[in-house]
């Protein structure tokens, strides 16, 4: 099991940049969520999919936030443009089955907009 | 609307002292969950507990679910360098799958 993985680590960007992030969730997960954390506001969940499907995306801060599932093994969150108030770790992570399966986080992106 | 209160924000012990954390929530909660995120790093599943008056044990860590479904506490025994970091609650939303975090206990080793 690779964990969930998502790329890259670190993203420094200027401000009105387009930013990508990617995610690639555990194997036979129908679960993925993106979840945002600052130091102000804690962790936030973004969006989430169930089966490639979106099902909520009332936490998407604005229009400039798109997320995507093209297929079970790959997401992507889109940032255009980007402002500096976006700077923060963005989470994916990913579940299995029931509500309230214990989440899978991947390691992060840490993104700055300067 | 629904919340989870975690306190304390921060707590500072000697090595060797016990530490705990305590979260509330507004609404009974079918389930709570615990995660440990290290500094730098990301929330990592510790428990799940689901039944009225649960306790679970981890080696030196303790976890209680509250009768009434609406607090949990996490307890470490005998605090160890390797236990640093921010625990997390978190309790599904209605019927809703999202979860709702608490705001998290940093967990501080006086040197």
């Known amino acids: 099991d690779a964990g969930v993985i998502q790329s890259p680590r670190h993203e420094v960007t200027e401000m009105g940049q387009e930013v990508t992030l990617r995610c690639k969730p555990i194997?036979?997960?129908?679960?993925l969520f993106w979840y945002r954390q600052t130091m102000m506001r804690g962790l936030e969940l973004l969006i989430y999919?169930?089966?490639?499907?979106?099902?909520?995306d009332s936490g998407m801060p604005e229009d400039r936030f798109s997320a995507k599932m093209p297929n079970a093994s790959f997401s992507t969150l889109k940032i255009q443009p980007s402002e500096p108030r976006d700077s923060a770790v963005y989470f994916c992570?990913?579940?299995?089955?029931?509500?309230?399966?214990?989440?899978?986080f991947g390691n992060g992106t840490r993104l700055t907009v300067t | 609307g629904q919340q989870v209160m975690q306190i304390p924000q921060y707590q500072h012990v000697q090595e060797g002292e016990d530490f705990t954390t305590y979260c509330n929530s507004s609404?009974?909660?079918?389930?709570i969950q615990w995660y440990k995120q290290r500094p730098g790093g990301h929330p990592v599943f510790l428990i799940q507990?689901?039944?009225s008056g649960e306790v679970k044990k981890q080696k030196r860590l303790t976890f209680q679910f509250g009768e009434a479904k609406k607090n949990s506490s996490l307890h470490i025994t005998a605090t160890q360098t390797t236990d640093v970091g921010t625990y997390f609650c978190?309790?599904?939303?209605?019927?809703?799958?999202?979860?709702?975090w608490g705001a998290g206990t940093k967990l501080i080793i006086k040197p």
């Open positions: 978190a309790g599904p939303r209605g019927s809703n799958y999202q979860l709702i």
């Open positions: 992570a990913s579940s299995w089955g029931v509500m309230d399966s214990p989440l899978h």
């Open positions: 609404t009974t909660l079918s389930n």
């Open positions: 999919f169930n089966n490639n499907v979106p099902i909520d």
């Open positions: 507990l689901v039944k």
């Open positions: 194997s036979g997960h129908d679960y």
